[in-house]
């Protein structure tokens, strides 16, 4: 189902697609209209695409079709093994995570894993993780330092699960605990956004030496919906709290808070994948060459100062 604002360019793209197949079942000769609702379906989409809004690109961050976790790790690279369970309560299919080759070197890799549909949606919780799935990621971490293998995180939450069954086993301690134990880490950190960034539950894997972002993702200390909910007592009230938490890609960079904007294809990642997935890829090996050459302590360094210098203030 298209977005609202999407609907402009799908009811065009349907009526060339309808020409296209009357001139070919009838014989009859339409390139000359045909080319002007081409031309005119370019020019709406850089019209549409080219001026989105905040609450626009937090809508395409959402939208179904955009490239998953398991997307990327399958698309970009090899050998992947799933590593499951995290030795002390379960398994949480929110998080998913393990052991892959990039380009022939060994990595390690967790992400947020939202669903296709309903029913797998459910099974993944709707990528909001419980306690185990922060203590699934940092038994990774933990594989990444014990072998020396750089550390990669795929977020895409609208948060972690707040029931009641995640605080009752200590969701804020875990987070906090990840938060920490992805800081200390001594191998390369990289945190990609494919998506949502929605709070804790994002950050609890985003402590990255380099923190990069797709182009419509969000990354925000709360969802607008929840701001507005909180702010003026009216969830609709949305698209406002999104303008004022400036939590799209160009912010976040201006801010300091990403270090690299991943383009998507026109009309978002949704609409090509493949060419999605090539970004990331070019933009993963870029970000692990720029880091290589660091040993232990200076990554360790590295990664301190990034996130000492976030934040400013007038005096």
């Given at each position: 189902?298209?977005l609202?604002?999407?609907?402009?360019?799908?009811e065009?793209e349907?009526?060339?697609?309808?020409?296209e197949?009357?001139?070919?079942?009838s014989?009859?000769?339409?390139?000359?209209?045909?080319q002007?609702?081409?031309?005119?379906?370019a020019?709406?989409?850089?019209?549409?695409?080219?001026?989105?809004?905040r609450?626009?690109?937090v809508?395409?961050?959402?939208?179904?079709g955009r490239p998953?976790t398991?997307d990327?790790?399958?698309?970009?690279?090899?050998?992947?093994?799933?590593?499951?369970g995290?030795?002390?309560?379960?398994e949480?299919?929110?998080v998913?995570?393990?052991?892959?080759?990039?380009e022939?070197?060994s990595?390690?890799?967790v992400?947020?894993q939202?669903?296709r549909?309903t029913?797998?949606n459910?099974?993944?919780?709707?990528?909001?993780p419980?306690?185990?799935?922060?203590?699934k990621?940092?038994?990774?971490m933990?594989?990444?330092?014990?072998?020396?293998?750089?550390?990669?995180?795929?977020?895409?939450?609208?948060g972690?699960?707040?029931?009641?069954?995640?605080?009752?086993?200590?969701q804020?301690?875990?987070i906090a605990?990840?938060?920490?134990?992805?800081?200390r880490?001594?191998v390369?950190?990289i945190?990609?956004?494919l998506?949502?960034?929605?709070s804790?539950?994002?950050?609890?894997?985003?402590v990255?030496n380099?923190?990069?972002?797709?182009?419509?993702?969000?990354?925000?200390?709360?969802s607008?919906e929840s701001?507005?909910?909180?702010?003026w007592?009216?969830?609709k009230?949305?698209?406002?709290?999104?303008?004022?938490?400036k939590l799209?890609a160009p912010?976040?960079l201006?801010?300091?808070?990403?270090?690299?904007?991943?383009?998507?294809?026109?009309?978002g990642?949704?609409?090509?994948?493949?060419?999605?997935?090539?970004n990331?890829?070019?933009a993963?090996?870029?970000?692990?060459?720029?880091?290589?050459?660091?040993g232990?302590e200076?990554?360790?360094?590295d990664?301190?100062?990034?996130?000492?210098?976030?934040?400013?203030?007038?005096?």
């Open positions: 189902m298209p609202e604002f999407e609907k402009p360019i799908e065009l349907a009526k060339i697609a309808e020409l197949g009357f001139a070919a079942s014989g009859v000769d339409l390139s000359g209209e045909l002007v609702l081409r031309e005119r379906l020019q709406l989409k850089s019209e549409t695409f080219d001026n989105l809004s609450w626009e690109r809508q395409l961050a959402r939208a179904p998953t398991l990327v790790i399958g698309g970009i690279m090899t050998d992947f093994v799933e590593l499951s995290d030795r002390t309560f379960g949480d299919a929110a998913v995570g393990g052991l892959a080759r990039l022939g070197t990595v390690v890799v992400g947020h939202k669903g549909d029913k797998e459910i099974k993944r919780n709707f990528a909001m419980h306690p185990e799935g922060y203590r990621a940092m038994r990774l933990d594989l990444a330092d014990r072998f020396g293998r750089p550390f990669i995180a795929f977020i895409d939450t609208p972690a699960y707040p029931g009641i069954s995640a605080e009752e086993r200590g804020a301690w875990v605990q990840s938060i920490q134990r992805m800081a880490l001594r390369p950190a945190a990609i956004i998506g949502e960034g929605g804790g539950g994002a950050l609890a894997i985003g990255g380099r923190v990069l972002i797709l182009e419509n993702a969000w990354y925000s200390v709360i607008p701001c507005a909910a909180i702010l007592r009216d969830a009230e949305a698209a406002k709290a999104a303008e004022a938490l799209s912010d976040l201006s801010l300091g808070i990403v270090d690299r904007i991943i383009p998507e294809p026109g009309g990642a949704h609409r090509n994948p493949a060419a999605t997935l090539a990331i890829k070019q993963l090996l870029a970000s692990l060459a720029e880091l290589r050459s660091l232990p200076e990554l360790f360094e990664r301190y100062r990034r996130f000492r210098g976030l934040g400013r203030y007038q005096t």
